[in-house]
């Protein structure tokens, strides 16, 4: 990846200043104004000097006013601007003139609300270049550090949820911020610092999430995503995140035309394909889920400890239908169940009366609504087991006494082991038992569904922690081109064997005669005959190719009969010959392998089974580039079609090395011309049998009309 542009500037004196001015003060009740001073007087506990502006106002609740920050003796650190969004660009020239670091602008109107607001955005930034101060929005709630007991924000939400905690939240919009901070609050797991950055004019996500991976006090990051502004800024930061071992778990908003469209009118983000997205974040390590419920699961168990990917599974629970139930979604997630050790077993065994069949899942019984002590004795006994590296605590229902009791001695027994202890509250009757789980930190989940899928998510991202190469770069993306060539299939194939990918034998012909001339040259076996025309793409769909043509008489009629069915369809002119090609001898897999440049992450590689294949059955895989061996084996093995290339059956494999080998060429190849290619696609890409190699049949290359290739 290209490192211009990339610079992460620190953010310790906006996360955390030493002097902050509030323009726009107020003690109107319920105003922005007052509601900002407010939160940072009552409900902070911030030891910094607080400066008020106000352009009338001598005095605001008993604190001195400054008419304008021009005025201030000193640079505060952080500008909070609360003032009407015709008077925001000029307050934000006053307090760039003035040497303030950072500024908040909580004020709308912007580029949300079209042209004017995009136009006003534009000054901001010319403010931004020219004074290096910082702009945090516009259009957002504020900053909160409320590890570090400061509420830069005009919410009256923020009295309520000041609970410190192990989470970071970087966000755009701030509803979907605070609703994961109550619902964790809920669960007894707290927000360390919220970012919500709006429109993000200048600071973006990105900063949030690469300020959040430096800071001590965060173990996880959670983020809802209405669009990427800069795509190589947030790969860079989520890779920081990831080589400091935090994980990200993120909502991306905008997987429908629905979604899109409201994310265009909140944010004016572009929202960007869902398939890439995904991709994108799965290759980086990225936890997507889909709703609050999930991101909350994911992130306070992430918060609970590092996973290694190779986590086993103990079930313990006193309702044998429950702990079968917990069971067979473990096994329908692709998890793995724990089979304990023999002496857990005995000391299981010495606890639980001799009827009950001790395993795993680990069933109690109802003996446990009679003897209390059970519980303790048989749930350490779990949790101490060697072979376990999670143990998932689901309660059906509320017994009151019984469940609080059983709750309490979850909570001692987690206070003496390593091994995480998952709770799992069933029942909608929210009995005493769930919030003593809550205040001892376990943050039970609400349903068996979503505990699993936390796990598994747990799970993949310790086992993708585990593949992490720490030295790995995206490429990155590469300003689109405003005029594009495509080549021709004899050209693209060409360039392809100059990359070192393997093509048939091809000859174009001009003429008909040309044609039976060429099947001569090519061993007078079985050709192919395709159009030529940088014009046509879809050569079948026009009637441009031609399959198994034996003989030069049959070469001659196929050459008329491709030109003249093409001329149904397009003008003679777009005609640049028939390319007569020897034809492969079977059995071969038709692959499809795509290299194309995304808008906001680069060039992307998708791989899959190809032919109509890959439109029928959508069987594919994606990769950032650029590929490493591993990374394009990986992909290969992700897809269904992997199965076939080794061999379904009994029959004999294909040549899967020599597949990797011709991924990694094509991303080489790409990674060297990454201004130049705009688009790359090989189908079908032949995959034949063991040890005999790769070849493109067919080939589609898309450039940038005014660059050169390298090699």
Not at 393 to 403: E, F, H, K, R
């Amino acid at each position: 990846m290209n490192n211009a542009g990339l610079e992460f500037q620190d953010l310790t004196r906006l996360v955390m200043p030493q002097s902050i001015v509030l323009v726009g003060a107020s003690d109107k009740p319920n105003s922005i104004g007052a509601r900002t001073l407010e939160n940072l007087t009552t409900y902070s506990d911030w030891g910094g000097q607080l400066t008020l502006v106000h352009p009338t106002r001598r005095e605001i609740a008993g604190r001195a006013c400054h008419a304008s920050v021009r005025d201030l003796d000193q640079a505060p650190d952080v500008a909070i601007v609360a003032v009407p969004a015709d008077a925001a660009v000029e307050t934000l020239r006053d307090c760039g003139a003035r040497g303030v670091r950072f500024a908040i602008v909580f004020t709308s109107g912007f580029g949300e609300m079209g042209e004017a607001g995009h136009a006003a955005e534009a000054q901001m930034r010319e403010i931004v270049a020219r004074t290096g101060m910082r702009i945090y929005g516009p259009n957002c709630p504020g900053l909160n550090n409320i590890n570090g007991k400061l509420g830069m924000s005009f919410s009256p939400a923020y009295r309520f949820d000041r609970m410190p905690g192990p989470i970071g939240v970087a966000t755009q919009g701030g509803g979907l911020g605070r609703a994961f901070m109550q619902s964790a609050m809920a669960r007894g797991v707290g927000t360390g610092l919220w970012c919500s950055g709006g429109n993000e004019v200048d600071l973006e996500v990105s900063d949030y999430i690469h300020c959040m991976a430096d800071a001590p006090d965060i173990r996880v990051i959670y983020t809802v995503l209405e669009g990427v502004r800069n795509g190589p800024r947030f790969m860079a930061a989520a890779m920081h995140a990831a080589r400091r071992g935090k994980p990200i778990v993120a909502i991306k908003v905008g997987k429908s035309d629905y979604g899109v469209k409201a994310a265009a009118s909140h944010t004016a983000a572009i929202t960007g394909s869902a398939e890439i997205n995904a991709a994108v974040y799965r290759e980086l390590g990225i936890v997507e889920v889909d709703d609050i419920d999930e991101a909350v699961d994911a992130a306070t168990l992430l918060a609970r400890g590092q996973p290694t990917g190779r986590e086993k599974i103990a079930v313990y629970c006193f309702s044998g239908g429950t702990g079968a139930l917990t069971s067979d979604r473990i096994g329908v997630a692709g998890l793995t169940m724990s089979e304990l050790a023999p002496a857990t077993v005995a000391e299981l065994k010495r606890w639980l009366p001799p009827y009950v069949p001790v395993g795993n899942p680990v069933d109690v019984t109802a003996e446990v609504l009679v003897r209390s002590d059970i519980t303790s004795g048989t749930l350490k006994a779990t949790a101490d087991d060697p072979n376990t590296d999670l143990v998932v605590l689901p309660i059906p229902v509320d017994y009151g006494q019984a469940t609080t009791l059983m709750a309490q001695s979850a909570v001692e027994v987690q206070a003496g082991v390593q091994t995480p202890i998952v709770p799992i509250w069933i029942s909608d009757r929210i009995g005493e038992g769930h919030g003593i789980m809550v205040q001892g930190g376990l943050a039970p989940m609400r349903s068996v569904r979503n505990a699993v899928t936390a796990i598994r998510r747990f799970t993949e991202h310790g086992r993708w922690r585990s593949t992490l190469d720490p030295a790995w770069r995206p490429l990155g993306a590469a300003r689109a081109a405003q005029e594009t060539t495509t080549f021709t299939e004899a050209a693209a194939k060409r360039v392809l064997q100059q990359a070192g990918v393997g093509t048939p034998q091809g000859i174009v012909a001009r003429t008909a005669e040309d044609a039976a001339h060429a099947w001569r040259r090519l061993g007078a076996g079985k050709v192919a005959m395709k159009v030529v025309s940088s014009r046509i793409t879809h050569k079948t769909d026009v009637g441009g190719v031609r399959l198994g043509i034996a003989s030069e008489a049959e070469a001659r009629a196929a050459f008329d009969g491709i030109c003249a069915r093409v001329c149904d369809a397009h003008h003679p002119s777009v005609i640049e010959g028939v390319l007569v090609e020897a034809m492969l001898d079977e059995p071969f897999v038709e692959a499809v392998v795509g290299i194309h440049r995304d808008a906001v992450f680069g060039h992307v590689c998708t791989f899959g089974l190809g032919g109509v294949g890959v439109e029928l059955f959508k069987d594919v895989s994606r990769r950032l580039l650029p590929l490493t061996p591993a990374s394009a084996r990986a992909m290969v093995q992700e897809t269904r079609c992997h199965a076939l290339l080794a061999g379904h059956r009994g029959q004999a494999g294909y040549d899967i090395d020599a597949l990797v080998q011709a991924l990694v060429r094509l991303s080489d190849f790409v990674a060297k011309n990454a201004g130049v290619v705009e688009e790359l696609e090989i189908n079908p890409l032949a995959v034949r049998p063991r040890g005999q190699g790769v070849a493109a049949l067919d080939a589609v290359l898309t450039c940038n009309a005014k660059e050169t290739l390298t090699w």
